[in-house]
């Protein structure tokens, strides 16, 4: 689950993204936009496939068509779940999205191909919580 912790924009921005009717979305986790629809991130996500994060739960009995998502600014801070303990020594490592779209890898090495950084943890190690910005898509 994906949390904005401190907005460096005035305002949060949202956008109205297209999505197959049958495709369910869960507010708080991160999408990709693959040809030209939402569809759930994953660890092969990338910074130019990442979308940002659902800012509504829909069901795919709904069958609604857009779903509104924040955009991932740079310089926004997001309160992220992870897949291990969280760590202070990791700040600065450049991460993966983990096993769902709601996780982020943080395996203690940095990836060439991470679509955030860790800046920081937040609560006890064992609640797996760390702060992360998204990097630059270009």
């Known amino acids: 689950m994906f949390l904005q912790a401190i907005i460096k924009n005035?305002?949060?921005s949202l956008t109205m993204q297209n999505k197959a009717s049958g495709t369910a979305t869960t507010s708080g986790l991160l999408y990709d936009l693959v040809s030209g629809l939402l569809v759930a991130a994953t660890?092969?996500?990338t910074r130019v496939t990442l979308c940002g994060v659902a800012n509504q739960t829909i069901s795919s009995g709904d069958a609604l068509t857009q779903c509104p998502v924040f955009d991932p600014y740079t310089q926004d801070i997001w309160v992220a779940d992870s897949t291990n303990n969280s760590n202070a020594a990791h700040n600065g490592q450049d991460m993966i999205i983990g096993a769902n779209n709601g996780l982020i890898n943080?395996?203690?090495?940095?990836?060439?191909?991470g679509v955030v950084r860790q800046v920081g943890v937040y609560g006890a190690a064992s609640d797996k919580?760390?702060?992360?910005v998204f990097l630059a898509t270009n």
């Open 10 to 12: 005035p305002t949060r």
């Open 43 to 45: 660890s092969s996500s």
């Open 106 to 113: 943080n395996t203690g090495t940095t990836s060439a191909v």
């Open 129 to 132: 919580k760390i702060l992360v």
